[in-house]
């Protein structure tokens, strides 16, 4: 196999997500073995070189709201769990190609119709040479502190925390109440009872 990504399945952060030049049998079962420690599972994926770039979405009942597209520049050239947590290691630039942003945008948005999140997710892309953009990872609890990329940006499309915590108290609501409508409707279905109207 040639270059690659290592990654456990369940564990944010990159934590323990690892790229090699070449994988052998050998350095598969070492790497499986460590991370069976935390995790069941992992992940071997192509790795493709190029410039990582990610998109935050808000979902308010059925809208989409995507945020500003970031590109994330680190000098590494690979973001894992060491870039991440190292200060100064890496930024976060808003100044992004309109033609790829539209792109990204596009993509985002029909990742999350698709699967349905949520209240919000962050979902990471990586954008080679030849301007190809691949879609490699969906963070569905993406970081919220001070530093991480997910407020900045909220704050870039001039949202904060507050905002986001209650939408998600909206959505959580709407859902529990679709939730118990349909309970009600499936146990009158079940029993013989009439549907009630809905005024």
Known sequence: MGPCVLKPNTLGGSFLTEWRDQLSMDGLRAYSER???????????????????????????HSITALPVARIDNPSGFFGY???????????DFD???????????????????????????LDFIVDDQQRIYFFEVNLVPGLTTASIYPKML???GFDLRHL???????????????????????????????????
């Open 82 to 92: 060491h870039q991440k947590i190292q200060p100064g290691s890496y930024s976060v």
């Open 155 to 157: 704050e870039k499309a």
């Open 165 to 199: 915590i209650r939408l998600a108290v909206s959505n959580e609501t709407c859902h529990r109440h679709r939730e118990a409508m349909r309970k009600a409707e499936t146990s009158r279905v079940r029993y013989g009872l009439p549907l009630e109207e809905t005024p």
């Open 96 to 122: 992004v190609n309109k033609d790829l942003k539209t792109h990204i945008v596009s993509i985002s948005r029909q990742i999350a119709r698709e699967i349905g999140f949520h209240t919000f997710a962050r």
């Open 35 to 61: 991370v069976a420690l935390y995790d069941s599972s992992f992940l071997a994926q192509q790795r493709i070189v190029g410039k990582e770039y990610t998109c935050g979405v808000l979902i308010d009942g």
